[in-house]
């Protein structure tokens, strides 16, 4: 550093300017600091200022006798230099800047604002210097943080150039931070939002890093200075809204009458307080979602299909009244049938929440005591399912029948009271690798509200596979199927959901989505032993989310812009359920992916069963996740495999459950009976057919075109075939105008020739009214003897 003298006093005393905000220690923080060239520092402010605020940065030294080293009060000179910011606009909190100057001249680089060197003295020094900041004058400055680096002394006295005593008022450790001998440091972002937060963790020098050769980077932390519960505005009900319109998430919402979400009366807030003798309700497919804190002095109640949401991973739950979550189970054939459960408040007890099923119907999964080492379906050891009994742990999956004297048909309830569970929750996660058919996993939703399960699994993608198994009891125990009791169930009950390709269902019949609703547990297949994290920002705040299942509707709905995907039903006269899903989605490809994508149909000893093969896999696949583009392969086919131990005549049915995507909801779907030597259009009607016992991996399989009609031009050069349906059953026919038509032969989708015309010209116009069904396949022969054949609609 130079020790230089000035002449301009005027410069040096810093008069408070007219209008600016008025700091005191903590109002800033500096953030960063490169002694070799050029000298750079940064800082962020933790209060709002309006524009012409300006702040002073001093490389001076502040000696023990209270004034900065050098100091002359005639001129109000000090040693060193100084450089003074201003702001040209108004700043909020969490604004950084950085401030650079170019060698030893005085030009300033500024991220924000303007500055100026006040005489030709600031330069900071390799071998130790400070950085002061303050507002008023060098003879009576108000120092709003300081730090030290580049030796090892830290604050002593400024006994030469490169030391300083703790300027006054600030204090060693919160606000005047030595940190450490290295040249260029920089904080490390560790906290970026609170006031309070920013400023404790600044002061944290393990929150620092830099290089005494390498110049750090400045300025690249994002701060907020809205701390945990800190709200703009206050909003009340009390019958109507305080401010006419209602909350979002910058309100601090105070619930002082009673309030139901249903029937689009959800609402967001920035915190929450629900008052004494009052009750807050979220309804059936509503929500309520709250940024921070929740306060409940009087009752909140959340409904079955209703979502509650705290986002903030710090936000505290205060419960001083009562609150509970209100679950409904579908529809029980009978009382024994089981659910699958997870608590979502905290410290709720099996007996509690389930205090009429009987104590031997009340089961956790011992996931490490699981073993399965043959792939048979069937626990070894048979000590896996445990009885449950106290404390719930939250992350943890339960199972539990109703009571004996439940009604046949009835729906079950549960209800869950207490604090609820918000925050990062974690659950333990087994992995036996001698488990070969995969390390099962009993775990579930902790919070009274949906979550994703795709945002789940990508966030523990180390520790957990991409499937999920929901239960969806559909079928009563039997003799023949796997298990070490007399009576086992089904485990084709389980629908199942793929990251990858998505869900197809069990027995039940009804499809899972990538929600998993609140209170529901479900089963994960483990990678690794570690633990799996429950965090808030998988938590849904929609009023659609949190329904036991997505319910399929059995109908050819047209989606636009999604994957595209088909879903096939298995059923039969005497009560069979089976389905397969075959999506083409991006990243799967046509051999088996694993989990993530192809999903196998578990091990089951079912009557009649349907699955789909893949190359080179002796798998049967309940989900197969294919290669998007496979479509525009002109001899694309999956396969279909069929398996029956059905003795007695059985009428079988395969059907469209559901499709999807743009390719599919626009062209025709068809089933190749590769036993009878048949093709079907499956998008028309359902097949029928019979069977004897036994297995057939080769006898169906799904494509989408009928090979009755192809020959070796089958669709080359389609594009350039126009087909228009006019008035009248008039259909028009039109090629490019290099190119006539000579002729046009019409099938019926079953291959059966209709009519012929003759063309000369690029524009050929026919009236088909002998066509029994509006889809129909032209085929035309065009003047360059290219042959095309197209569906089309009439």
């Given at each position: 550093m130079k020790r230089i003298m000035y002449t301009i006093a005027i410069i040096l005393t810093f008069k408070t300017g007219y209008g600016q905000t008025i700091l005191t220690e903590g109002d800033i923080a500096i953030t960063g600091v490169n002694l070799d060239d050029n000298d750079q520092f940064s800082f962020v402010l933790l209060k709002d200022i309006t524009a012409g605020t300006e702040i002073h940065f001093a490389d001076t030294g502040w000696n023990i006798f209270g004034e900065f080293e050098g100091y002359n009060a005639v001129t109000g000179e000090v040693s060193e230099g100084v450089i003074t910011w201003s702001a040209t606009t108004d700043l909020l909190c969490g604004a950084v800047v950085v401030i650079e100057k170019v060698g030893a001249s005085n030009?300033?680089?500024?991220?924000?604002?303007?500055?100026?060197?006040?005489?030709?003295?600031?330069?900071?020094?390799?071998?130790?210097?400070?950085?002061?900041?303050?507002?008023?004058?060098?003879?009576?400055?108000?120092?709003?943080?300081?730090?030290?680096?580049?030796?090892?002394?830290?604050?002593?006295?400024?006994?030469?150039?490169?030391?300083?005593?703790?300027?006054?008022?600030?204090?060693?450790?919160?606000?005047?931070?030595?940190?450490?001998?290295?040249?260029?440091?920089?904080?490390?972002?560790?906290?970026?939002?609170?006031?309070?937060?920013?400023?404790?963790?600044?002061?944290?020098?393990?929150?620092w890093s830099g290089s005494s050769s390498v110049r750090q980077s400045l300025g690249t932390c994002m701060y907020t200075c809205?701390?945990?519960?800190?709200?703009?505005?206050?909003?009340?009900?009390?019958?109507?809204?305080?401010?006419?319109?209602?909350?979002?998430?910058?309100?601090?919402?105070?619930?002082?009458?009673?309030?139901?979400?249903?029937?689009?009366?959800?609402?967001?807030?920035?915190?929450?307080?629900?008052?004494?003798?009052?009750?807050?309700t979220i309804g059936e497919n509503s929500y309520v979602e709250v940024e921070n804190n929740v306060e409940v002095n009087g009752t909140l109640t959340v409904l079955s299909s209703g979502n509650f949401v705290q986002n903030s991973a710090n936000g505290l739950f205060t419960l001083n009244g009562s609150a509970s979550v209100v679950k409904h189970t579908p529809a029980k054939a009978k009382w024994y049938y089981y659910t699958y459960w997870s608590s979502p408040v905290v410290s709720e007890t099996i007996e509690e929440a389930f205090p009429n099923t009987p104590e031997s119907r009340r089961f956790y999964f011992d996931a490490a005591g699981y073993l399965d080492a043959n792939n048979d379906g069937v626990e070894d050891n048979g000590t896996a399912w445990r009885i449950a009994a106290g404390t719930m742990t939250p992350g943890t999956g339960y199972i539990a029948t109703e009571s004996t004297f439940h009604l046949s048909g009835a729906t079950g309830t549960a209800n869950f009271e207490g604090q609820f569970n918000t925050g990062d929750i974690t659950t333990n996660i087994v992995h036996n690798a001698a488990n070969v058919g995969g390390s099962w996993n009993l775990i579930g939703n902790p919070y009274p509200s949906a979550i994703d399960f795709i945002a789940f699994q990508q966030a523990n993608a180390s520790v957990i596979d991409g499937v999920a198994?929901?239960?969806?009891?559909?079928?009563?125990?039997?003799?023949?199927?796997?298990?070490?009791?007399?009576?086992?169930?089904?485990?084709?009950?389980?629908?199942?959901?793929?990251?990858?390709?998505?869900?197809?269902?069990?027995?039940?019949?009804?499809?899972?989505?990538?929600?998993?609703?609140?209170?529901?547990?479900?089963?994960?297949?483990?990678?690794?032993?570690?633990?799996?994290?429950?965090?808030?920002?998988?938590?849904?705040?929609?009023?659609?989310?949190?329904?036991?299942?997505?319910?399929?509707?059995?109908?050819?709905?047209?989606?636009?812009?999604?994957?595209?995907?088909?879903?096939?039903?298995?059923?039969?006269?005497?009560?069979?359920?089976?389905?397969?899903?075959?999506?083409y989605v991006n990243g799967a490809t046509n051999t088996d992916d694993g989990l993530y994508f192809d999903a196998p149909k578990l091990i089951v000893n079912e009557a009649a069963i349907l699955y789909s093969k893949i190359?080179?896999?002796?798998?049967?696949?309940?989900?197969?996740?294919?290669?998007?583009?496979?479509?525009?392969?002109?001899?694309?086919?999956?396969k279909l495999g069929f398996k029956t131990n059905i003795e007695v005549a059985t009428l079988y049915k395969l059907s469209l459950a559901d499709i999807q995507g743009e390719f599919l909801t626009n062209s025709r779907i068809y089933l190749k009976d590769n036993l009878l030597h048949k093709i079907h259009d499956l998008s028309g009607s359902d097949y029928t057919f019979t069977s004897e016992v036994g297995e057939f991996n080769d006898r169906f399989e799904i494509t989408y075109k009928n090979t009755l009609l192809s020959t070796p031009n089958n669709f080359e050069s389609s594009k350039s075939l126009k087909i228009i349906s006019l008035e009248d059953d008039s259909v028009q026919f039109s090629v490019?105008?290099?190119?006539?038509?000579?002729?046009?032969?019409?099938?019926?989708?079953?291959?059966?020739?209709?009519?012929?015309?003759?063309?000369?010209?690029?524009?050929?116009?026919?009236?088909?009214?002998?066509?029994r069904t509006s889809v129909f396949v032209a085929k035309v022969e065009l003047s360059n003897g290219i042959v095309i054949h197209k569906k089309a609609l009439k």
């Open positions: 030009t300033l680089i500024v991220s924000s604002g303007t500055a100026s060197v006040t005489d030709n003295g600031f330069g900071l020094s390799k071998v130790g210097d400070q950085v002061i900041a303050f507002q008023g004058s060098t003879d009576e400055p108000t120092f709003l943080y300081a730090v030290h680096l580049g030796n090892t002394t830290g604050w002593t006295d400024a006994t030469n150039t490169n030391s300083s005593a703790v300027p006054a008022g600030l204090t060693e450790g919160v606000n005047a931070i030595y940190i450490g001998s290295l040249d260029n440091q920089v904080y490390n972002c560790a906290v970026s939002v609170g006031r309070t937060e920013i400023l404790a963790s600044v002061a944290n020098t393990t929150n809205n701390t945990l519960g800190s709200c703009s505005e206050t909003v009340t009900y009390n019958g109507t809204w305080s401010n006419g319109k209602g909350p979002d998430l910058t309100s601090e919402v105070i619930i002082a009458a009673n309030y139901d979400t249903s029937g689009g009366n959800e609402f967001s807030a920035c915190s929450l307080t629900v008052n004494e003798d009052v009750t807050l198994y929901f239960w969806s009891q559909a079928s009563p125990p039997e003799k023949t199927n796997p298990g070490t009791a007399v009576y086992n169930f089904n485990t084709n009950d389980y629908a199942t959901f793929t990251v990858g390709s998505g869900g197809a269902a069990g027995t039940s019949g009804v499809t899972p989505t990538k929600y998993v609703p609140s209170a529901q547990s479900f089963f994960v297949v483990g990678l690794a032993n570690d633990h799996a994290t429950f965090t808030n920002a998988m938590r849904m705040a929609d009023g659609i989310s949190n329904s036991q299942f997505f319910k399929n509707s059995h109908t050819k709905r047209k989606v636009e812009k999604l994957d595209n995907k088909l879903w096939v039903n298995l059923t039969s006269d005497n009560g069979v359920f089976n389905q397969v899903l075959v999506a190359e080179n896999s002796n798998k049967s696949f309940m989900i197969q996740g294919r290669a998007a583009n496979s479509l525009e392969e002109d001899n694309e086919a999956v490019s105008n290099n190119l006539e038509i000579t002729s046009i032969e019409i099938y019926d989708v079953f291959g059966r020739s209709l009519c012929k015309f003759k063309g000369k010209r690029n524009v050929e116009t026919f009236r088909l009214s002998n066509l």
